[in-house]
Structure formats: structure tokens, C-alpha cells
């Protein structure tokens, strides 16, 4: 039995995880509604087989939605942003659970890492490039991590762009230390979605990942996060340590960007011209509030 003074935070608790979990649900589910067809995607100019890296931008760009995510709903913003700068940009499904539509990411997540790895061989065969870059939200900038660390990635791989990824996993705010005291909850959650059990900080799943070091050599890694992120907590924890490493705090850049753990993935301008210097270094310009407009 629970101490008293726990005992009686417990239905809190459980109305606030709830509620946690159908808001970040929520959030995904107008852009969901409002998604079209992989044809519409193509028709903005992404998931194009035909089109060929240019001299500027010889690699293609994968996209790797967020947890609840889709290949269509994460990216109507960066997606169009990124081929109007001159890049093939490619997204793909992953971790679908049966019978459930439109929101993935919910798999085990080194199953999903692995649906990552056969699409970019897709999309390697299909443009010539020897080397892809990735850029992934959420879950989407951390499960690479596996494919690169595990599966043979860091061959194929020139640069991985996280944006608000939990490469440590997270507490949710704090909220998954609150699992030991309803028994059967954690059970619940690896049998039915394994997917978000895997992010929990300190799973097996996140401890295996991080084992022997965050990066592997020949990748560059930028890490793009919102002091504002209630979903990643801490936030600094989404920060990896290796070398080829940029860690980009999105305030740092733009003190009055008020995005959270979604917007900075899914329309927030700054985050996204971050995310065209890292792909491009070369030719990076300064990330400012005026970036929003650019």
C-alpha cells in the first residue's frame, strides 16, 4: 500500500499522465486530419523518386517523423522549406502498430531502426548518392542513433539533425517516476507500446543506446532544442557529447522564440534555417529572429 501522503497525489498523477499523453496526441492529430496522400507529398516536391542531388546539395535529405508522427504530417513545413532550397528530401512511416493509422513512432524502437536503414538504401538506389543526411524530431532524431550506432548507418550517413531529440530518453517532466507506484502501468505500456517504453530515461533500450558514447566517428551531429520543451525533460539532456557535435540551444539564437516540443519540429522557421546550415555548413548565415521570415 502507498504511503498516505503518495496515496492520495495518486489520482492526480494519473489524471496528469493521462492528460499528457492525449495532449501530445492532440497535437498531432489536425495536421493528421488535414494530411493528404504520399501522392500530395510528392506533389510538393518530397518524396520524389526521379529527382537527382545537384552539385550544390549532392545528398538527399530523410526526414524521420516524431513519436505520433507520419511521413506527411511532421514535415508540411521543412519538407517544402528544404526542396525550395535545392534538395531531394524523402520521409518515411515507421514503427506502426496494427490497426492503429495515421499516428506511428509507437514500435520497439530498434525494429523501427531498422525500417530506417532499408529506406535509405531505397533512397540511396534510387538517387546514386553514396550518403544521405538525416534530420529527425523528436523520437525521429534519436532512433538513428540505433541505425548508425547498430545497423550500419554510419556508412551511409554524412550528417544526423536532431531536432528535440530525447537522446537520453526523458522523465516527462517527472512524470514517469510516478510508474512504480501504479502497478501494472509500466506492463501496460511495453506490451502495448513499446515504442514510448523505449524513451523512457534509464530503459534498457536507452541504456544500450548510449553505451560506450553518444556519437560514432564520421557523422556530424547537430542537436537543435527548445529551453520550452515539456515533453524531452531536462532539455539539456537531448544534448549529445563526441566530437563533430553542435549543440544548438534555440533561445540562444532567437531569445523570443517561444516554441515547444512540437511547434520547434513541425513550423518553426528558425529551428528550420538551423537545420539548412547544418546541412549545409559551407554556406551557413547566422540564425537569427529574422529567420523566421527568411
Known sequence: MLPRSRASRAPRARRILAA????????ATP????????TAATSRGWNDYSCKPSAAHPRPVV???????NSIDNWLVLAPYLVNRGYCVYSLDYGQLPGVPVFHGLGPIDESAGQLASFVDKVLAATGAPEADLVGHSQGGMMPNYYL??????????????????????????LTKLLPYFPGV???????????????????FVT?????????????????????????????????DGPDVRNVLLQDL??????????IGTIDR??????????DPAHATPTTCASAIG
Open 186 to 204: 509500466e506492463d501496460l505500456l511495453n506490451d502495448h507500446t513499446p515504442g514510448l517504453a523505449d524513451q523512457v530515461a534509464g530503459s534498457p
Open 31 to 38: 495536421a493528421a486530419a488535414a494530411a493528404a496522400t504520399p
Open 63 to 69: 526526414l524521420v517523423h516524431g513519436t505520433f508522427g
Open 270 to 279: 528558425i529551428a528550420f534555417h538551423e537545420v539548412a546550415n547544418a546541412l
Open 208 to 240: 544500450k543506446l548510449n553505451a560506450g558514447g553518444d556519437t560514432v566517428p564520421g557523422v556530424r551531429y547537430t542537436v537543435i532544442a527548445t529551453r520550452y520543451d515539456e515533453v524531452v525533460t531536462p532539455y539539456r539532456t537531448q544534448f549529445l
Open 254 to 263: 532567437c531569445p523570443v522564440d517561444l516554441s515547444e516540443h512540437v511547434a
Open 20 to 27: 499528457l499523453l492525449l495532449a501530445v496526441a492532440a497535437v
Open 149 to 174: 550506432k547498430f545497423l550500419g548507418g554510419a556508412a551511409k550517413v554524412n550528417a544526423l539533425v536532431g531536432i528535440a531529440p530525447d537522446n537520453h530518453g526523458t522523465t516527462l517532466l517527472g
